[in-house]
């Protein structure tokens, strides 16, 4: 498979990800979704020039989505995959929420990609130069994400008990935030970035998939009582059927 160049090439492999997902009616094509519209932000991010060197953030934004589609492509032909991809995809029929299903996606993508795409992009000193316009991303991110809650809430009757657990709770699961998450990958950006050889690399990328993997197990398995109740009970109402709910995400 030739994976794309341009952000609208990116935005094209999504599209036939999200049909795919559609007539299979699993679970992968929420992220795929929301990813779709995260990607469309950038692109709209980079057009108004709102970063430092915008042909740059398209490059690692490319670099960025070809982690998570070329992972997707693997996993469906049986190909090699990192545990946190694995450990995500392989729930795609599980019977969790789907609040559990976009944050497993989230958190192989941005807790582990995230990180090499920066580190592919401004290799060694040159990652310093990088760390303004990554975290600009944060702003572009966070109307976005304002709005896609308010429409899962359209499918999930009962979200906000979650919302209510997640004031009374450091629990992983309720309380994932997209920037601690940036915050972690710029990190591991910076791990390596300067790392002289692609053996060393690979070993870091190794152990952050290791730690990645553990954290999809506690989204997927909470610990506990009160959440995994919780949980069930938010899915027992929620909209089944993939494709109304990425159409009421749509509008």
């Given at each position: ?47 108004k020039k709102r970063f ?186 929620e909209e089944k059927n ?10």
């Amino acid at each position: 498979m030739k994976l794309p160049t341009t952000i609208d090439g990116v935005l094209s492999q999504l599209d036939l990800i999200i049909e795919e997902t559609l007539s299979e009616n699993n679970f992968l094509g929420i992220f795929a979704y929301v990813y779709r519209r995260t990607t469309e932000g950038v692109k709209e991010a980079v057009i108004k020039k709102r970063f430092e060197d915008n042909a740059r953030m398209e490059k690692m934004d490319v670099t960025f989505a070809n982690f998570y589609i070329q992972a997707y492509h693997n996993y469906k032909s049986g190909g090699i995959i990192s545990e946190s991809w694995k450990s995500s995809f392989d729930a795609k029929d599980a019977n969790i929420t789907m609040i559990q299903h976009l944050l497993l996606g989230m958190n192989a993508h941005i807790n582990l990609d995230l990180g090499q795409a920066a580190a592919a992009t401004c290799p060694g000193k040159e990652i310093h130069s990088l760390k303004n316009d990554f975290m600009e991303v944060n702003k572009v991110l966070a109307d976005l994400t304002d709005v896609m809650q308010r429409k899962l809430g359209k499918v999930s009757p009962l979200m906000f008990v979650l919302d209510w657990a997640g004031k009374r709770s450091d629990e992983v699961l309720v309380n994932f935030s997209m920037i601690k998450a940036r915050e972690q990958a710029w990190k591991l950006a910076e791990e390596l970035a300067p790392a002289e050889n692609k053996q060393d690399r690979e070993e870091r990328v190794a152990r952050a998939d290791k730690n990645v993997a553990l954290l999809s197990d506690i989204v997927k398995n909470p610990p506990g009582k009160v959440l995994p109740f919780i949980l069930n009970f938010i899915g027992m109402l929620e909209e089944k059927n993939v494709g109304k709910i990425i159409a009421q995400l749509k509008t």
